[in-house]
């Protein structure tokens, strides 16, 4: 368990309305991730982030935006939500102690845009 | 590209039943690979990381081997707990990993 929690777990919104999830870890981590999980895609990655105020975009970033304001905290924007982005959200940690290249993930958000 | 390829899509084994996972791959500079538990409506669970052909690694029935373009997850004698998806996952740098789709494990009592 690397001290990572999601929030909203669950989430309804309308079409064209912003949405902001958070990631929050515990463990003073450097390397976090957003992905999205749907069925028949593998993992994706949406943003990461390198420390504080420093992130860049994946390969899937249209639509989204993130920010990075403490160590501890990492939030996606939906800036107008779409159909297209009812998903599955996870934030994710980058492990650097040690060898440090393992991934620990958040229980998830399941994110739906009616 | 990159890739990672994962099968097969879903397995079914009676418990006991020794079976292995593949996981093959395409990347420029490997880095790790990775495997990882999911179970329903969680996120994936680290299991194992692999750097090096031939490298091994154990944890009670499950066991990853890893060659130049493909590693295998073998279960040993599954029991119905085992049952979940189980992911793939590759990098080349500290940002860049890459998915495969998963395999989709049921084990029946």
């Known amino acids: 368990d690397a001290g990572i929690t999601q929030s909203p777990r669950h989430k309804v919104t309308e079409t064209g309305t912003p949405v902001t999830l958070r990631c929050h870890q515990t463990e003073n981590h450097r390397y976090m991730y957003w992905y999205r999980q749907d069925p028949g895609h593998g993992l994706r990655l949406i943003h990461y982030s390198y420390g504080v105020k420093d992130t860049d975009k994946g390969e899937v970033s249209d639509g989204y935006s993130v920010s990075r304001s403490k160590t501890e905290d990492f939030l996606l924007t939906l800036e107008s939500a779409t159909s297209s982005q009812t998903s599955v959200y996870f934030c994710?940690?980058?492990?650097?102690?040690?060898?440090?290249?393992?991934?620990?993930f958040g229980p998830g958000t399941r994110l739906t845009v009616t | 590209e990159d890739q990672v390829t994962q099968s097969p899509e879903a397995l079914r084994l009676q418990e006991g039943e020794s079976s292995s996972l593949n996981c093959s791959y395409t990347v420029s500079g490997l880095r790790g690979l990775f495997w990882y538990r999911q179970d329903p409506g969680k996120g994936p669970e680290f299991l194992f990381t692999l750097y090096s052909a031939g490298e091994e690694k154990e944890k009670e029935r499950l066991k990853a081997t890893l060659t130049k373009k493909e590693s295998f997850l073998h279960i040993t004698a599954p029991k119905p707990e085992d049952s979940a998806t189980y992911l793939c996952?590759?990098?080349?740098?500290?940002?860049?990993?890459?998915f495969g789709t998963g395999t989709r494990l049921k084990v029946l009592a």
């Open positions: 996952a590759v990098t080349s740098g500290t940002y860049k990993y890459i």
């Open positions: 994710a940690i980058r492990d650097a102690r040690g060898r440090g290249d393992e991934q620990y």
